[in-house]
C-alpha cells in the first residue's frame, strides 16, 4: 500500500488553543503556508500556497497543485501526526486553492499511535521516546511560532494607514518563509521515522479513529444568547461585589491574597490561607459579619467554572456549534479527555430547576436570581451544562453507565458475591457498611451507608488510609485513622477475590517483564514484553501499552526494600514524561477503567448503528442528537448495556434521560 506523510503549516488570526482545529479552519482569514508531503523512504516535497509561492520563488523547489492532487489520490494511507489538524485544514481551506476533497477512511494519525503506546502525544516528545533517527527541528518550531500568528503594527504603519486598526500585521520575510518550509519537511521525516518505529493501530481502533473524527466533526451546538446573558449578569454580579470588598477592606481587589489575609486576621480570623478549603472553613465557624462578608465575596468571586463560557463563545463554529473537544486516546487507559470548553470536569452543580433559572438570567433578574439559588456564580456554574442544547427540532437522548468501575472491577476480579448485589439491585454501598459495621443490611444508618460508600469507592484499587482520607473529604466524612484502618480491613475481608486479583496481577506483570517474549495471564488479563514495550491485553484483545519495562529495587513507604515493575509514561498531573512504577491495585485500576471504556465503546457503536448521532460522550456517559419524536430512552438504553460477546456476565445497567438542555 502507497503511504504519504504530509504536515501543514499555517498561519491565522484565529488563535488555535482557544477555538479549536475546526474553528480555526473554518476561519475566513486561516491561510496555508506550506505542505510538506512525503512518500515512504522517499525525499520530501513541499507545496506553497499563494502568496508565499511567489515570496519563496527561486530560493526553494517546489511543487505545483496538481502534483499534490496527484499524490493524494494515488495514496492508500495519508498519516500526519494529530491528523485531525490536516483534516480541518484540507476539508476546510484548500478548496479555496482549488482541491477537491480528501477521502477520511485513507487518514491515519502517529499521534494516536504514540498515545497507544504509552508515548508523549507531541510529536518532539513522542519521537525523544522512542528513540527514531529522525527528530522535530526545534530551532523551526521557534521561528513557526512566530510566523503562525498576528504581530503588534508598528509605528511607522499606524502613523502611515489610518486603518491600521482594522488590518492584520504579519512577520515573515522569503529567507523566513523558506526556514519554515524546511521545517516543515523535516516534520514529515520525524512523523515517517516515529511512525515506522511504532505499530499501527488495530484495526478496531482505527475505526474507532474515524468514528472520534466524525463526533468531533458534528460537534454540538451552544445556546448562545443564554450564554451571552448570564456572563453579562455575572459581570455586573463581580463589579458589584468587587466595589462592596474595596469599600469593606480599603483593598482594591478581593486577589490580593496576603493584603486580603492581613485586613481578616486584624479582625481576628485565625487562617492560615485563603485557599477554597480554609474559606469553606472559616465561613462555618467565624462569627463576626465583617469576616464572613469579606469571606463570600471571595469564595463567590472565585467559582471560576463560569470561564467555561467564554470558553464556549471562543470555540464556536459559525454554526453555533462546538467542534473538537474530545481527545481520542486522551488517558493512558483509551480514555477520552475533554479539550477546548473541558466538558469532562463540568461542575456537578447545585439544584436541578436549570431552565427557570436560565430564564431569570435572560431576563437579567438578578434578585431572583439571588432569591431561589443563591449565589449568581454557583448559579451560573450549574446552568453551565444546560449551554450545550439540541439542534432545532431535535431532542438529546442520554443515558450514563450505574457503577460502571465497581461492576468491571468485581467481574475481572470474578468475585461473584459482588456481582450478585449488582444483579440483586441492592444498593452496594449499604452491602459495603454492613460488611465493614457488621450489622444486617436492612439496619445500615444513613452515616455508614455514607462510610460505606467511600469504602467502595477508595479501596478497589489497593487504597488504604490515604486514598480513604482523599475520598472522605470529598464526601465531608473525618475520622480517626485507627478507625480508617480497621474499615480498610473489614473492606478488604469483604472482597477476598478483589485482594487476591492485586497480587496475581502484580505477579503476571512482573513475570512478563522478566522472561520478555513469554505470556503471563490472570483471568483473562495477559501480559507480555514486546519490541521494548509491556502489554497488558484486556478481555476485550485491545492492549494496554507501557515503555521500556524493567524491575527495579525500590525502597517501600513501609521502610523495606522490594523488586519492582518499573516503565516510562506520561504523568497524568505534570504532564512529563519520566519513571512511573506499576503495582497491582494500579495495574486492576488500568484494566478496570480500559474495559469499561471498552465497554463505552461498544455502545457508541450499536447506538450509531441505530441512529442515535453521537454528539457528547463524557466519562461514561453517552449523549445523541436525534430527531423530535424519534428514538427512546428505553431503546437507547438497551444499545448500549447489550454485551459484547467478550464481557459475557457483566451486570451492565444504566439510567437514562430526554430533554432540550444537556444535564446530569
Known amino acids: 500500500m502507497k503511504k504519504l506523510t504530509i504536515d501543514f503549516e499555517t498561519r491565522s488570526p484565529a488563535d488555535l488553543r482557544r477555538c479549536g482545529a475546526v474553528a480555526y479552519a473554518m476561519d475566513p482569514a486561516t491561510e496555508v503556508i506550506c505542505l510538506a508531503l512525503k512518500w515512504a523512504g522517499e525525499d ?21 497543485p496538481g502534483v499534490v492532487s496527484q499524490m493524494v489520490a494515488q495514496a492508500d494511507i495519508i498519516e500526519a501526526h494529530n491528523a485531525a489538524f490536516e483534516w480541518a485544514i484540507w476539508s476546510h481551506v484548500m478548496p479555496r486553492y482549488g482541491f477537491g476533497p480528501l477521502n477520511p477512511a485513507k487518514l491515519r494519525c502517529s499521534a494516536a499511535k504514540a498515545a497507544a503506546m504509552g508515548l508523549p502525544r507531541d510529536l518532539a516528545g513522542a519521537c525523544a521516546a522512542a528513540g527514531v533517527s529522525q527528530q522535530k527541528d526545534s530551532e523551526g518550531h521557534r521561528l513557526m511560532l512566530k510566523l503562525c500568528k498576528p504581530r503588534r503594527p508598528r509605528k511607522e504603519e499606524m502613523l502611515a494607514d489610518p486603518d491600521w486598526a482594522t488590518r492584520v500585521y504579519w512577520y515573515g520575510t522569503p529567507e523566513e518563509f523558506v526556514r519554515e518550509g524546511e521545517y516543515c519537511l523535516q516534520d514529515v521525516r520525524a512523523e515517517e521515522s516515529l511512525s515506522e518505529r511504532l505499530p499501527d493501530l488495530q484495526a478496531s481502533e482505527q475505526e474507532l479513529w474515524l468514528l472520534d473524527l466524525e463526533i468531533n466533526d458534528r460537534g454540538f451546538r451552544i445556546d448562545v444568547p443564554a450564554i451571552e446573558a448570564i456572563l453579562g449578569c455575572v459581570e ?34 485565625e487562617m492560615e490561607g485563603l485557599t477554597a478549603a480554609d474559606v469553606e472553613t472559616a465561613l462555618e465557624n467565624e462569627k463576626d459579619a465583617t469576616v464572613q462578608r469579606v469571606l463570600e465575596i471571595r469564595q463567590s468571586l472565585s467559582k471560576s467554572s463560569t470561564a467555561k463560557y467564554k470558553a464556549m463563545l471562543g470555540a464556536r463554529c459559525p454554526d453555533d456549534r462546538v467542534r473538537g473537544c474530545f481527545l481520542f486516546l486522551g488517558a493512558g487507559t483509551g480514555r477520552w479527555t475533554g479539550r477546548l470548553v473541558q466538558p469532562h470536569n463540568f461542575p456537578r452543580g447545585q439544584f436541578t430547576d436549570v431552565e427557570s433559572c436560565i430564564e431569570y438570567f435572560q431576563a437579567d433578574d438578578l434578585d431572583r436570581v439571588n432569591l431561589l439559588y443563591g449565589d449568581p456564580m454557583v448559579a451560573a456554574s450549574t446552568c453551565l451544562r444546560g449551554m450545550i442544547v439540541p439542534a432545532p427540532g431535535h431532542d438529546f437522548i442520554g443515558a450514563d453507565y450505574s457503577s460502571i468501575e465497581g461492576r468491571v472491577l468485581a467481574w475481572l476480579a470474578g468475585e461473584e458475591t459482588a456481582l450478585d448485589v449488582y444483579r440483586s439491585g441492592k444498593d452496594p454501598y449499604k452491602v459495603a457498611a454492613s460488611a465493614i459495621y457488621k ?6 444508618s444513613k452515616p455508614q451507608r455514607q462510610i460505606g460508600k467511600v469504602a467502595e469507592l477508595a479501596l478497589g484499587f489497593q487504597g488504604a488510609v490515604g486514598a480513604f482520607n482523599a475520598m472522605a473529604a470529598a464526601y465531608g466524612v473525618s475520622m480517626e485513622e485507627s478507625e480508617i484502618k480497621n474499615i480498610v480491613e473489614a473492606w478488604r475481608e469483604s ?43 484486556l478481555p476485550s484483545g485491545r492492549c494496554l501499552w507501557y515503555a521500556r519495562p524493567r524491575m527495579e529495587k525500590k525502597v517501600m513507604p513501609w521502610g523495606k526494600e522490594k523488586d519492582v515493575i518499573a516503565v516510562e509514561g506520561v504523568n497524568s498531573v505534570t504532564r512529563k514524561w519520566g519513571v512511573q512504577y506499576l503495582y497491582g491495585g494500579l495495574l486492576a485500576e488500568n484494566a478496570t477503567q480500559a474495559t469499561a471504556r471498552d465497554l463505552l465503546v461498544s455502545g457508541m457503536r450499536a447506538t450509531k448503528a441505530a441512529g442515535y448521532p453521537t454528539v457528547l460522550h463524557v466519562h461514561d456517559e453517552l449523549v445523541a442528537e436525534v430527531s423530535e419524536g424519534s428514538g427512546s430512552v428505553e431503546e437507547f438504553i438497551k444499545l448500549i448495556c447489550t454485551l459484547p460477546d467478550w464481557a459475557a456476565g457483566i451486570p451492565l445497567a444504566a439510567e437514562g434521560w430526554r430533554g432540550k438542555r444537556y444535564r446530569k
Open 236 to 269: 455586573r454580579h463581580a463589579d458589584t461585589m468587587t466595589e462592596e470588598f474595596r469599600r469593606t477592606t480599603g483593598l482594591s481587589s478581593p486577589r490580593q491574597r496576603d493584603a486580603t489575609l492581613g485586613f481578616l486576621r486584624a479582625l481576628g480570623a
Open 44 to 64: 520530501p516535497v513541499i507545496f506553497y500556497a499563494p502568496p508565499f509561492r511567489q515570496m519563496v520563488d527561486g530560493l526553494i523547489d517546489v511543487v505545483a
Open 495 to 537: 472482597r477476598p477475590l478483589t485482594t487476591r486479583y492485586w497480587a496475581e496481577l502484580e505477579s503476571a506483570c512482573a513475570q512478563a517483564v522478566r522472561k520478555p517474549g513469554e505470556v503471563f495471564a490472570y483471568r483473562g488479563i495477559r501480559f507480555t514484553v514486546r519490541r521494548g514495550f509491556l502489554a497488558m491485553r
Open 439 to 444: 450489622v444486617p443490611y436492612s439496619e445500615v
